[in-house]
C-alpha cells in the first residue's frame, strides 16, 4: 500500500524503532504542513493511507471528496474533532486509531508551571546576553510551596498534575463536572463551590479538558478578570477552550499576570498569528506536550500496526464500521 505521514515537523519518524513495521510497504513522509485543500489533494491523491499525526491536519469532506484511492486514516492517539469518523465511512474511509497517555503531557505542564513561577526562560535568556540575575520586567519569581493549585478537569491529566502539586506542597482546587470534584474529594483534595470562586482563589490555574460543543470557550474573558493579580493561567490541552483573544487581552492589560501555554488555535502558529508570543509574562512552547520519544513510539508502534493489519485484510482499533 502507498502510505503517506502527515506533518513530520522534526523529521523523525523514520528514525523511531517502529518504523520498520512498515517495510513492505511504500512510505512517503511529508515534513511540512500543507495550508489548503488543493495542496493536500496533489499531494495526497495517489496515496491508500494516511497517517496523522494528533490533529496536525484537518480531514474535511471537501479533501474526502477529493481522494479516491483513500481507503484508511490510520492516526496517532485518539480520534478528535479533526476527523469526523462517521463522515470518512461514507466515502469509504476506515478510521483507526491508537492509545495516548497522560505522562508526557503531565511533565510538560508541570515545567511551564516551574518555569513561568521562577521566570526560568527570561533569566537564562538574559544570561545568555550577559546579564545576571536579570528576569525583565518580570521581577522575582516565587516558590510553588503553600499556593493553591487550580484545576479544572479531572481526568488521567489532571489527576496527575495534583499528585505533583501534593508532592511540592500546594494546595489543590478543583472544578470541574460534578463527577470530577466529588472524585477529587474522595482524593482528598478541595473542590469548588462555583467557577467564580476557582478562578478567584486559585494562584495557578491549569486547563484539563476535551474540547466539544459545551467546553468550547468555557474560559471567558471576566473568568480572567476574576484571576488573582499575579495568578498564573497555564493552557495545555486545547486553545479553543478559552475565548478568542481573552488571554491575551488580560495578558496585556494586566502585566503582573502571567500565563504558559503550549496550544494556540492555528498551527503551525508564529508571532503574526499569535500576539501572545510578543508578551514578556506570557511563557509559550510550540505544541509539544506529547513531542517526545517514549509517546512518540507508543502512537506511531499502534498507527502502523492498524495500517498492516487493515492491509491483510484484518482491520482493528476501527473508530466506526
Given amino acids: 500500500m502507498k502510505i503517506?505521514?502527515?506533518?513530520?515537523?522534526?523529521?523523525?519518524?523514520?528514525?523511531?524503532?517502529?518504523?520498520?513495521?512498515?517495510?513492505?510497504?511504500?512510505?512517503?513522509?511529508?515534513?511540512?504542513?500543507?495550508?489548503?485543500?488543493?495542496?493536500?489533494?496533489?499531494?495526497?491523491?495517489?496515496?491508500?493511507?494516511?497517517?496523522?499525526?494528533?490533529?496536525?491536519?484537518?480531514?474535511?469532506?471537501?479533501?474526502?471528496?477529493?481522494?479516491p484511492n483513500l481507503k484508511l486514516i490510520s492516526q496517532t492517539g485518539k480520534v478528535s474533532n479533526h476527523i469526523d469518523?462517521?463522515?470518512?465511512?461514507q466515502y469509504g474511509v476506515a478510521v483507526s486509531e491508537g492509545v495516548g497517555s497522560p505522562v508526557a503531557p503531565s511533565e510538560l505542564c508541570w515545567g511551564l508551571i516551574m518555569a513561568a513561577s521562577r521566570h526560568i526562560p527570561a533569566y537564562a535568556?538574559?544570561?545568555?546576553?550577559?546579564?545576571?540575575?536579570?528576569?525583565?520586567?518580570?521581577?522575582?519569581?516565587?516558590?510553588?510551596?503553600?499556593?493553591?493549585?487550580?484545576?479544572?478537569?479531572?481526568?488521567?491529566?489532571?489527576?496527575?498534575?495534583?499528585?505533583?502539586?501534593?508532592?511540592?506542597?500546594?494546595?489543590?482546587?478543583?472544578?470541574?463536572?460534578?463527577?470530577?470534584?466529588?472524585?477529587?474529594?474522595?482524593?482528598?483534595?478541595?473542590?469548588?463551590?462555583?467557577?467564580?470562586?476557582f478562578f478567584q482563589t486559585a494562584d495557578i490555574i491549569s486547563l484539563h479538558l476535551r474540547l466539544h460543543e459545551a467546553?468550547?470557550?468555557?474560559?471567558?474573558?471576566?473568568?480572567?478578570?476574576?484571576?488573582?493579580?499575579?495568578?498564573?493561567?497555564?493552557?495545555?490541552?486545547?486553545?479553543?477552550?478559552?475565548?478568542?483573544?481573552?488571554?491575551?487581552?488580560?495578558?496585556?492589560s494586566s502585566p503582573s499576570k502571567s500565563a504558559a501555554v503550549d496550544v494556540f488555535e492555528a498551527e503551525p502558529a508564529n508571532l503574526d498569528s499569535v500576539p501572545l508570543l510578543s508578551l514578556p509574562n506570557v511563557l509559550c512552547t510550540p505544541h509539544i506536550g506529547y513531542v517526545e520519544k517514549s509517546s512518540y513510539e507508543l502512537y506511531f508502534k499502534i498507527a502502523f500496526e492498524n495500517v498492516v493489519a487493515f492491509s491483510n485484510g484484518k482491520p482493528q482499533s476501527l473508530v466506526y464500521l
Fill in 4 to 67: 503517506a505521514v502527515l506533518d513530520d515537523y522534526q523529521n523523525v519518524v523514520k528514525k523511531l524503532a517502529c518504523f520498520p513495521i512498515l517495510n513492505a510497504h511504500e512510505v512517503h513522509i511529508f515534513n511540512d504542513t500543507f495550508t489548503n485543500t488543493d495542496d493536500l489533494v496533489a499531494n495526497l491523491k495517489d496515496f491508500d493511507v494516511l497517517v496523522l499525526i494528533r490533529e496536525r491536519t484537518v480531514i474535511t469532506e471537501e479533501l474526502l471528496s477529493r481522494l
Fill in 85 to 89: 469518523a462517521k463522515l470518512c465511512h
Fill in 125 to 197: 535568556d538574559n544570561f545568555s546576553k550577559g546579564l545576571w540575575q536579570q528576569s525583565g520586567t518580570l521581577g522575582l519569581g516565587r516558590v510553588l510551596n503553600g499556593s493553591v493549585l487550580g484545576i479544572w478537569g479531572y481526568g488521567k491529566i489532571g489527576q496527575r498534575i495534583a499528585q505533583y502539586a501534593k508532592v511540592f506542597g500546594m494546595k489543590v482546587l478543583v472544578w470541574g463536572s460534578e463527577t470530577s470534584r466529588m472524585l477529587a474529594q474522595e482524593h482528598g483534595f478541595s473542590a469548588a463551590q462555583s467557577k467564580a470562586e
Fill in 215 to 252: 467546553t468550547t470557550a468555557c474560559v471567558t474573558r471576566d473568568d480572567l478578570a476574576q484571576m488573582k493579580s499575579d495568578a498564573l493561567f497555564v493552557n495545555i490541552s486545547r486553545a479553543e477552550l478559552v475565548e478568542s483573544g481573552a488571554l491575551y487581552h488580560e495578558m496585556l
